[in-house]
């Protein structure tokens, strides 16, 4: 079973950037897609971004422009760059494959941005 452990969440004001890090391990492997989801309160879990073991990349129209997945092979690590931030972006971010593994979600990091 792949251990994902999520890390870089903070308070940011409107306008600003942060860096979202997924670092994975445990059994070997092979992962195709890999994806960042997020849920807000009272919302339904959603898929922000995900990218192939090709660097295919795929963003919903929601964050398109704005954020940048990533992932380093070497460092078995995947990567969120988020910029230009919206308070609509609050949530807590979570990695996982794609399709998600439902019983495999990590405690996530939490992203809140301010007016």
């Known amino acids: 079973q792949v251990h994902l452990v999520e890390s870089g969440g903070g308070l940011v004001q409107a306008g600003g950037s942060l860096r979202l890090s997924c670092a994975a391990s445990g059994r070997h492997f092979s992962i195709n897609v890999m994806g960042w989801y997020r849920q807000a309160p009272g919302k339904q879990r959603e898929l922000v971004a995900h990218i192939t073991s090709g660097g295919s990349t795929y963003y919903p129209d929601t964050v398109k422009g704005r954020f940048t997945i990533s992932r380093d092979n070497y460092k078995n690590t995947m990567y969120l760059q988020m910029n230009s931030l919206k308070p609509e972006d609050t949530a807590v971010y979570y990695c996982?494959?794609?399709?998600?593994?439902?019983?495999?979600w990590g405690q996530g990091t939490q992203v809140t941005v301010s007016s």
């Open positions: 996982n494959v794609v399709p998600a593994d439902v019983n495999n």
